[in-house]
């Protein structure tokens, strides 16, 4: 097994999409950023998301049994930033862009990439961290693709006027 | 439950970094392209990767029970292609890179941005796909965190060249 800096280390240079991952429902209303997103299947359309069970968002996440997976664009690195602070004030985290709710009532981001509206179907435990398998019930995208990435400990972004490569 | 097309055009919006994932051993040599990766935990060492469960490789990969993600970068478009054909020749497809082994005999791409050798420690099916988690117990590093992404369904790159929005 890696030693965990060597790990850490090696996790930053997988390039993920930046996520804002909300919830709302008898638990309460809450959120936090995340890239460990990633699609699983179309049939049934699910997503996973993961999410470490020490946090103080975990037991409202699991409580409400819904989610809404925001993926960012370029403008939302402040956003981003905002909703990953460990001190998180969460009245003034939401207060900083303009929301809708699609299907679950959970807080979907007016102009993201694109919302994923969902509802938990599972959650796994692995080590320091649940696994949410996450069945979309609703989805929501803005006209322009562009993204905002996480790698190598910085925000980066591609897009329409990214340099492609093939 | 959102139909197929508008959650694979969904899924479109997810940036993702590319990898191409090894396996072998007595259930032979096996590769393929994938963006459906993410961390986990770092307790232990953990990482998922997503198969699907219909395709020819999947049985080499439960069979082998390692299994080595190489994290692209930019240079490795054409690579990535190759390893994502669904009728890919997989000796021309290997003879197209320069490979070693680290700790489990699965292929590492030499030049990867970094390349993650595991043990498979579970797999759990999800509709049409299989989750494999993966114990990580080896890495090797690139100097440069330059990396392949697919945004749009297309390929772009960022890195240090790339613009930081923070």
Redesign the interface.
């Known amino acids: ?2 030693e ?1 800096p ?12 930046v996520n804002i991952i909300t919830t709302d429902g008898p638990a309460g209303r809450s959120g936090f950023t995340a ?14 998301v ?1 999410m470490n069970k020490g946090s103080r968002a975990y037991p409202v996440f699991t409580g409400n049994g819904v989610l809404c997976v925001n ?1 960012l664009r ?2 939302h ?2 956003l981003s ?1 905002a909703f990953a602070a460990g001190n998180r004030d969460l009245d003034a985290c939401f207060a900083g862009a303009a929301w809708r709710t699609l299907s679950t009532g959970a807080a979907a981001l007016e102009d993201a ?2 919302a ?1 509206d969902c509802k938990v179907v599972s959650v ?1 435990e ?4 649940g ?1 949410f ?1 996450c ?5 929501s ?2 006209a322009d ?1 562009g ?3 996480w ?2 400990r ?6 329409p006027g ?5």
Chains 1, 2 share one sequence.
């Open positions: 097994m890696v965990r060597a790990f850490r280390n090696a996790m930053a240079r997988l390039a993920a999409g890239t460990a997103v990633c699609s699983v299947t179309d049939d049934p359309p699910t997503v996973l993961c993926v370029e403008g690195a402040d930033a990439a694109v994923l796994t692995v080590g320091t961290h696994i398998m069945e979309v019930l609703a989805v995208t803005a693709p993204a905002l990435i790698l190598d910085n925000y980066l972004r591609v897009g990214g340099a492609k490569v093939a």
